[in-house]
């Protein structure tokens, strides 16, 4: 580890329905990982439950001072001497739950933390159906945290999907940007791999993901794939598969000046207006 080179790792997941199986299953792909060489190690978006039905999830949620697996993470990052990302915990929020991104550093503090601004409110081809706004609570407000080596900007799954957050993240500084993720089988297979590739490349910057995989307790399938993308668009690291596991990768923070010196978009962007034209129907 230097101050412009660092391993990062993610731990690809398949999270249930038993919150203390998470948490032990998430304590030991982080002591993988840092035994692996790992500095930064991110986990999933819904680390510690998986669970899409209402009554049981508001059953099992807490807190954030009570909830059991930030607890065990902030542990593990300081026994490990690693930074961890949680991609996302579900926390209690008064009446409906917060889908919570934190960030830990090595001394086992918590610096960052994130609630997940884009809902999934969507109707798919396959009949699957979801309404994250009915239970999870939106965030208002995007985050760039600091890491002993550069300036990351914390989003969660769907989020991958709005290309002015990730625009807005690197103007304010970051050079690492993430979607740890859940994110479904059908919709993965399609635009996974190219919506990393394409936030990477628009911004110059790392794209680090770490993903769930696999059929879950709860009957949904999330396609895995964990990915760690470099700021040219080249992918250092794919699990490949939906199988839990951990995935490595170099990161070297002179390939982000690099990109951004060749192909300058951030400093090239003009504000403009836009004009529609022509006779409406």
Known sequence: MSETRFTAACVQMRSGRDPAANRDAVVAGLREAAAAGADFVQTPEMTSLVERGRENLFAKVRPQD?????????????????????????????????????????????????????????????????????????????????TPWAPIGLAICYDLRFPALYRALAEAGATILTAPACFTRQTGQAHWHVLHRARAIETGSFMISAAQGGRHEDGRETYGHSLIVDPWGKVLADAGNDAPGVILAEIDLSRVTDARARIPTLEHARPFTVERVGRSA
Not at 93 to 109: E, S, T
Not at 114 to 138: C, F, M, Q
């Open 66 to 146: 009570e909830d059991e697996t930030l607890a065990a993470c902030r542990e593990a990052a300081r026994t490990l001497g690693i930074v961890v990302q949680i991609g996302s915990l579900a926390i209690l929020n008064g009446d409906k739950v917060a889908n919570r991104a934190f960030l830990i550093d090595a001394q086992g503090d918590i610096t960052a933390a994130y609630d997940k601004l884009h809902l999934y409110d969507v109707d798919l081809p396959n009949g699957e159906r979801w309404r994250e706004s009915a239970i999870y609570t939106g965030g208002a407000c995007a985050v760039v945290a600091e």
